[in-house]
């Protein structure tokens, strides 16, 4: 295990509440800052557009990340696409898919929005969406069976939900979907620098840079095993070859769809921030979180009144409190300790809204959350539900 206390110094922040809202967004460590510093404060400049000294350091510092992440994935870097974020990820796929009438898309029941939206969206360009039930927060491989059909070009699908933390059989669900002939986008948000994940054997994988990675607000990445099906959605600068009154051509993937002036600092932030997460190590990572869970689960689940939704060990808990909204839990919750949680319906509205029609509130750990702020945590819970 590493060391916690330690750790805890690279986030200042936490010295002042207990922060447990990491499924929204993790909290950013020293380094990571002290890295977007240092190109504004050193060598700040355009990336890949200058022959100066600036434009190289930034353009190779830029570039390492995408090293880094590929290192830390275990692809080739040539095959990472930076985004804003997960949702952009997504988007970029769902826009930049050549749809014909009457092409199918599968999601789920469980989905973010962002994983969800997007495919509704392409109903106005005649694209079948079919949705996969869930039942108690997870799939039934049988219904993805089911639901296939020679026209389903793409199944999406979340690794592990942001409501209830369930995980989902998602290698299963792959080799149903490649078999059907269909390609497969994994949403990573929850799941990438909380548990081990292999992308290999996803044709899509989304990833933020702002949850388990650590990194900066406004980070990501698409990681693509073939760039074949997109094509570019958002023209701009820096992603094209050559240029004249009649035409144009583009730059080889993944520079084509990276249009315009990136987010050069949150990249390289990103980057120190994941050689933290890797000098920790993802299984260490996920034991401890795991562990984080079951106290979690067993503390508020022996308190009356209480309803928890998700499974024990899940370091993302949802629950309710009897006849308590979720919102006036939450800020009970900051009023008497200081405790960060989220509440309401999570932007996963259908899934949320199935549990309770205002949402729940929801506990979620991070690396750096320790025993004791768990223990404070539940005991605040028991003191609002003796309190009502």
């Known amino acids: 295990m590493y060391d916690l206390a330690r750790l805890r110094e690279e986030f200042p922040v936490l010295s002042t509440c207990i922060y447990l809202d990491s499924a929204s967004t993790s909290q950013t460590p020293h380094r990571a800052v002290a890295a977007m510093c240092a190109y504004f404060y050193e060598y700040a400049a355009n990336h890949g557009r200058g022959s100066h000294h600036l434009a190289r350091k ?3 510092e830029y570039e390492r990340t995408r090293e880094v992440l590929g290192n830390f994935l275990g692809v080739d870097p040539g095959h990472l696409v930076f985004t804003r974020n997960a949702t952009d990820a997504i988007n970029l796929v769902a826009h930049g898919t050549c749809w014909e009438p009457g092409d199918e898309v599968i999601t789920t029941a469980l989905e973010h929005h962002a994983n969800f939206l997007p495919w509704m969206a392409q109903k106005a360009r005649g694209v079948v969406v079919k949705v996969l039930p869930q039942r108690r927060g997870m799939l039934d491989p049988a219904d993805l069976q089911e639901a296939l ?15 209830l933390g369930t995980v989902q059989p998602v290698r299963e669900i792959a080799g149903i979907a490649h078999d059907a002939g269909a390609s497969v986008l994994l949403d990573a948000a929850q799941s990438v620098g909380h548990m081990p994940l292999d992308v290999r054997g996803f044709d899509f994988v989304a990833l933020p ?6 990194g900066p607000q406004g980070t ?13 959605s958002c023209h701009g600068g820096g992603i094209v070859e050559d240029v004249s009154l009649d035409g144009f051509s583009l730059l080889p993937p993944p520079a084509r769809f990276e249009p315009g002036t990136p987010n050069i600092p949150g990249v390289i932030g990103l980057g120190a921030a994941i050689r933290l997460v890797e000098e920790l190590g993802v299984g260490e990572i996920h034991r401890h979180e795991t562990r984080l869970g079951v106290q979690v689960h067993e503390g508020l689940s022996a308190i009356a009144g209480v309803a928890v939704y998700s499974p024990r060990g899940s370091p993302v808990v949802s629950f309710n409190l009897e006849g308590m909204d979720p919102h006036g839990c939450a800020t009970d919750l900051d009023r008497r300790q200081g405790i ?17 029609p205002a949402g729940t509130v929801r506990a979620s750990m991070g690396c750096y959350t320790t025993p004791d702020e768990v223990a404070t945590f539940v005991e605040t819970v028991r003191e609002i539900a003796g309190a009502r």
Do not use: F, I, M
């Open 220 to 232: 990501g990445a698409l990681y693509a095993a073939d760039y074949s099906a997109l094509s570019v």
């Open 149 to 163: 059909s020679p026209r389903t070009r793409l199944v999406a699908v979340t690794h592990v939900t942001n409501v």
């Open 340 to 356: 960060c949680v989220r509440s309401g319906l999570h932007c996963a509205h259908p899934l949320a809204s199935s549990l309770h």
């Open 209 to 214: 840079g702002h949850k388990g990675l650590l």
């Open 58 to 60: 930034t353009t190779e």
